[in-house]
T-cell receptor, first 115, second 113 residues
Framework: GAVVSQHPSRVICKSGTSVKIECRSL??????MFWYRQFPKQSLMLMAT?????????EQGVEKDKFLINHASLTLSTLTVTSAHPEDSSFYIC???????????FGQGTRLTVV | GNSVTQMEGPVTLSEEAFLTINCTYT??????LFWYVQYPGEGLQLLLK?????DKGSNKGFEATYRKETTSFHLEKGSVQVSDSAVYFC????????????FGQGTELSVKP
């Protein structure tokens, strides 16, 4: 099956710094990638949808200046949490789909802790 | 808008018990329906899916049938194992939304020996 790799799996950063999370499709070209956020014992909430070569589409309530998403190639999307604060601590998960309207495959997630 | 509602957890069962996790949805058109499983500290794995009414998805002893008349996609397993302990998410995807998924709130399953 298709493989999506997310890196790092865990990161601890100081309040006020920025953190970059990478999402790579290893064996297929991902035209669309999705970023989700999951709070402890809660469901996944879609943050944004990114299409290669264009600006990401953010869900209502998600700050685009705080959560910068780049999808510069068909195999890589990045999420940068800027000026992180403890309330940004969460589990971030990406998914990728090869063709519009097809199944998306998930990365293993990144546990971000801001201290 | 589209939404997914799951039965609340946690659900605690003894090994070899029968499992049902209810899932109902609200959607326009004909969505695809999914069950994902998340083991502690890990990402999501697709467990099974169904893309049209009356389809039955199955994998690893788990089954779910796409019921359009009741807008449901309940997950079942005849005999659970300790290794099935995880959080299970029901999700839907609309055709014109690509791989964008709307998730239910998740149901935590704990299986005791």
């Amino acid at each position: 099956g298709a493989v999506v790799s997310q890196h790092p799996s865990r990161v601890i950063c100081k309040s006020g710094t920025s953190v970059k999370i990478e999402c790579r499709s290893l064996d297929f070209q991902a035209t669309t990638m999705f970023w989700y956020r999951q709070f402890p014992k809660q469901s996944l909430m879609l943050m944004a949808t990114s299409n290669e070569g264009s600006k990401a589409t953010y869900e209502q309530g998600v700050e685009k200046d705080k959560f910068l998403i780049n999808h510069a190639s068909l195999t890589l999307s990045t999420l940068t949490v800027t000026s992180a604060h403890p309330e940004d601590s969460s589990f971030y998960i990406c998914s990728a789909s090869a063709v519009a309207n097809t199944e998306a495959f998930f990365g293993q997630g990144t546990r971000l802790t801001v201290v | 808008g589209n939404s997914v509602t799951q039965m609340e957890g946690p659900v605690t069962l003894s090994e070899e018990a029968f499992l049902t996790i209810n899932c109902t949805y609200t959607a326009t058109g004909y969505p695809s329906l999914f069950w994902y499983v998340q083991y502690p500290g890990e990402g999501l794995q697709l467990l099974l899916k169904a893309t049209k009414a009356d389809d039955k998805g199955s994998n690893k002893g788990f089954e779910a049938t796409y019921r359009k008349e009741t807008t449901s996609f309940h997950l079942e397993k005849g005999s659970v194992q300790v290794s099935d302990s995880a959080v299970y998410f029901c999700a839907l995807s609309s055709y014109n939304q690509g791989g964008k998924l709307i998730f239910g709130q998740g149901t935590e399953l704990s299986v005791k020996p």
